[in-house]
């Protein structure tokens, strides 16, 4: 050995000092094994240390440093907004908010939400964290009821259901919409549910009225979104029906139709002396009752609005009489002339209230006032209608009409307003097709009525609307009651 080495082992023994190695020297054995024996086994996991936790003095750190990354955005980001045009940054907040002072509520943003979701209590918190992430499940915007496979019923090849379309684009309906067609042509056609077809079933609780209320609700049928309460003028709306007498054919003049006001019923009076009484259903109207009166001509027959007294005129007589049922007595009004002037009488104290010219008349035929007391109509012999405001009837010697009709020609024998007070009809029985049904209150006449290339009305000697104008009916001296539906009106 050479003596510079001797002389260092020396010193190291002397101190204890282990050899200090040149760099990149390695021992002879392999990591995990001791100098001069085999290779150890590493530690079991249970016996391993866990690794420290962070101090606070690191979390402290590790806070700073976050907000520090996050003040280095922040200058950068106005450094860029500084360069952007105003148009820019405008359309930039209009897109995605004001965001200027929290970029996470940006991203937030546009990661949308979360589906909510209660969590199962055998979760874990992995995979309740991962159910959260799910996009959530939106319902479709609109659906196309085209999309449903529904079997189609054809409306234009058959002749009755061609009559229940409202325009042309129902030339074909499915099954549920034909079915609420038919409830809906019912309805109208019985101007509301029979009494045969109701429920009386209530219930026996006073303590809950709403449901009582909704019960009965559910238990009608029909359409219950009225119509606009304001008839429209220019054309109206209608249909021909079955007529009213079919049940019961006369060739007898028709000289009285009036439907009851209480009940679905109309009823027919000729010159063939009899009576008969219909049941109004739009389709068949099924005959009632019919009486035969000998030798009794009727000219003119008509209920009181109370049902309580019949009022009935002559031809060779200018008295007009009242029937009182419930005293069974006839009772003379008054002699009236016929020379244009127009009487106000008080029935109940049989006294002329007031007296007034019609104006241009020369010989009045016909007279009819509005249920709602507003107007009153007189037909002259030369085929003009005036029509007055009622007050002015009850209190001036000349009053001025509102407006004079003019569409007829010959003398105006029938006039009758309907219960609205929106139609007034007026008819001459001198000439064919001679009828008219007048707008009110703008008194135009309706331009669709009637169909003069027909020719099916002819002579008309008598008219009627229904309770609730659903109905309107005429008789001619065909002895045919010729009935039409309004389809504005809903009900009877």
């Known amino acids: 050995m050479p003596p510079e080495r001797r002389r260092r082992m020396k010193l190291d023994r002397r101190t204890g000092a282990k050899p200090k190695r040149k760099p990149g020297m ?39 440093a976050a907000e520090e990354e996050r003040r280095l955005r922040q200058r950068n980001r106005l450094r860029l907004e500084e360069d952007k045009p105003a148009v820019e940054r405008c359309l930039e907040e209009l897109v995605f ?12 943003r546009l990661r949308g939400p979360r589906v909510q979701e209660h969590e199962d209590s055998g979760d874990s918190e992995v995979e309740n964290e991962a159910k959260g992430n799910f996009p959530p499940q939106k319902k479709p915007v609109w659906v196309d009821e085209e999309d449903e496979d529904e079997e189609m019923v ?55 009225e709403s449901e009582e209320d909704e019960d009965d609700l559910l238990q009608r049928t029909g359409n219950f979104i009225s119509t606009s309460t304001s008839l429209p ?21 028709i000289s009285s139709v009036q439907f009851h006001p209480g009940a679905q019923i109309v009823m027919v009076a000729g010159l063939d002396n009899a009576v008969s009484l219909f049941q109004v259903d739009g389709k068949t109207n099924p005959k009632i009752q019919s009486i035969y009166l000998e030798r009794f001509p009727i000219f003119k027959a008509c209920f009181s609005a109370n049902g309580e007294e019949v009022l009935a005129t002559s031809t060779h007589s200018k008295v007009l009489y009242v029937y009182d049922m419930l005293a069974g007595k006839l009772i003379p009004v008054h002699q009236v002339r016929g020379d244009g002037e127009v009487y106000v009488w008080d029935v109940n ?3 002329c209230l007031n007296r007034f010219v019609d104006e241009g008349s020369l010989y009045g035929l016909s007279i009819a006032t509005s249920r709602n007391g507003q107007y009153v109509a007189c037909g002259s012999n030369c085929g003009v209608v005036n029509i007055y405001n009622q007050d002015s009837c009850l209190q001036e010697t000349n009053p001025k009409p509102i407006k004079a009709i003019m569409n007829l020609v010959t003398g105006v024998t ?17 000439m064919k097709e001679a009828v008219r049904l007048v707008h009110l209150p ?15 009305i002819s002579h008309v000697h008598t008219m009627d609307f229904s309770p609730r104008s659903g109905y309107f009916a005429l008789g001619n001296e065909k002895g045919k009651a010729l009935m039409y539906r309004l389809h504005h009106y809903s009900d009877f």
Do not use: Y
Request: glycine residues 4%; positive net charge.
């Open 442 to 456: 703008s008194c135009t006449v309706f331009s669709n009525f009637p169909v003069i290339k027909n020719k099916n």
């Open 154 to 208: 054809d409306m234009m090849n058959n002749r009755f259901r061609k009559d229940m379309m409202k325009n042309a684009s129902e030339s074909k309906l499915s099954k549920d919409n034909l079915k609420k067609r038919l409830k809906e042509e019912f309805q109208h056609a019985m101007g509301g549910v029979p009494a045969w077809a109701e429920t009386t079933k209530r219930k026996t609780s006073s303590d809950d």
């Open 414 to 430: 029938s006039l009758t307003f309907n219960p609205t007070t929106e139609i007034l009809a007026i008819a001459s029985e001198k």
């Open 233 to 253: 003028r220019g054309i109206l709306k209608m249909k021909n029906c079955q007529h009213a007498n079919a049940e019961r054919p006369t060739v007898a003049r």
């Open 97 to 108: 908010g004001d965001v200027e002072n929290d970029e996470d509520a940006l991203l937030r």
């Open 349 to 351: 104290s049989r006294k």
């Open 26 to 64: 390695r021992p002879d054995w392999k990591a995990g094994a001791g100098p001069g024996g085999p290779p150890q086994k590493p530690a079991p996991s249970s016996q391993r240390k866990p690794p420290a936790r962070p101090s606070a003095a690191a979390a402290a750190i590790a806070v700073a």
